[in-house]
């Protein structure tokens, strides 16, 4: 089963990104490969810009990645209690244009987690984007993925081999979904 893990940080050293990276270890117990992709390189949505240049390069490109795999994995940071801006401005931009957002989203399969070195694990900001992903009409994965400290985690040798099974255990789930287990 292929899934991709979409990054909602565009910085380096993001925990998002690099939990996106170790769900790439923790899907092999299970043989599940998955795809990392991020965000850079799409310009902040402006229909004047759609209406002159139609749907940028990386808007497409990331769109034929998540059309190509079994099931989405958001993972997003959080911001004052939201998604961040590029998070939302990349999921606007793949539903463009409107006929477009069915393929793309339409009854996939998505799973919502998120990383901070907070307490709360991302829970407002995944809460938050619920609205949006019911908008979009994805099949959204119940099970949840809410990391706290997640900065402190990735630095230990034991607190990452303990985010490693936290992430086999949540990818096993989300396959199991998208199986109809
Ligand atoms: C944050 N951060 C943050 N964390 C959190 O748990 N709840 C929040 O509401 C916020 N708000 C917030 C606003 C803004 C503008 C920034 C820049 C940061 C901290 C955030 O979780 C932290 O910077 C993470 O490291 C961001 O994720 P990446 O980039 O490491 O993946």
Redesign the pocket.
Known sequence: MKLIAL?G?L?K?????RICHLMVEAGQTHSLSVDVATLHGIPLYDGDLEDAEGIPAAVTALRERIKASDGLIIMT?????GIPGVLKNGLDWLTRPGDEMKPTFGARPVALAG????A?G?S?AQSGALINLRQLGVHLYPGYLRLSRA?KALDEAQGRADLVKQLERFLNGFAGFIRGD
Request: glycine share 4%; net charge negative.
């Open positions: 990054s940080s910085r050293d993001s925990i998002n990104t940071p959080e911001y004052n209690a990383a901070t070195p907070g709360w991302t407002l900065d």
